[in-house]
Every structure is written in C-alpha cells, then in structure tokens.
C-alpha cells in the first residue's frame, strides 16, 4: 500500500506565496518523476511542475518563473514553492508519484487534493 499526503495549501493574497508538500509512504522499492497537478473548477486538471530522480524539472508556461519544484529523495517528498501567486492559480493542487511497489506494478499514485485559493 502507498500513500502520498499534501499538506500546505491554504488563502494567500494575490502576490503572496505558499508551500506545498508532498510526502510518499508505504511499500516503496523506489520513485521515478513526482510533481504536481491543478484543477480550476470547469477546467482540466493540468500539469504544474514534474521532477525526476535526477532533479530535471519542467513548468507549466504559466507559472515559470514563479513557482520551483523540488524533491527530497531520502525523504521520498516532494515541494512545490509557489511564488507571486495570482487569482488564477486558484485550483485543487494534486501530487503525483510514479512508483516501483515492492509488490505490484509500477504506477502513478496520487494525493488526496489540497486546496490552494488566491484572492484579496
């Protein structure tokens, strides 16, 4: 069984920033990329941010330059620091592991969703 629990998000201000946390649990034999997916209501979920094993990182067009992905392999977590945030980052913020089980396929597990909403 694994588990990925996000932790961070929360109501910031518009120019304000938040940190989003991600940590994977259980029976891990090792992770592949992780990162992060958004959700707006009435929209698709799209990709933020990806980071691989090796920490080679790719953005959404939207937040370069504002937002920065990291990981802790030792740890098995991954961040996701969110800078000069604007109203249209509002959205449900999923992480996303993929994963080698000790028992069972390698997969994409994801977290549970946390909320993240900018607005004065």
């Known amino acids: 069984q694994v588990q990925l629990v996000e932790s961070g998000g929360g109501l910031v201000q518009p120019g304000g920033s938040l940190r989003l946390s991600c940590a994977a649990s259980?029976?891990?034999?090792?992770?592949?990329?992780m990162g992060w997916y958004r959700e707006a209501p009435g929209k698709q979920r799209e990709l933020v941010a990806r980071?691989?094993?090796?920490?080679?990182?790719n953005y959404a067009d939207s937040v370069k330059g504002r937002f920065t992905i990291s990981r802790d392999n030792a740890k098995k977590v991954v961040y996701l620091q969110m800078n000069r945030l604007k109203p249209e980052d509002t959205a449900v913020y999923y992480c996303?592991?993929?994963?080698?089980?000790?028992?069972?396929?390698?997969?994409?597990?994801w977290g549970q969703g946390t909320q993240v909403t900018v607005s004065s």
């Open positions: 996303y592991a993929d994963i080698d089980q000790v028992v069972g396929p390698r997969r994409d597990h």
């Open positions: 259980g029976s891990i034999f090792s992770i592949n990329d």
């Open positions: 980071i691989t094993f090796g920490g080679s990182t």
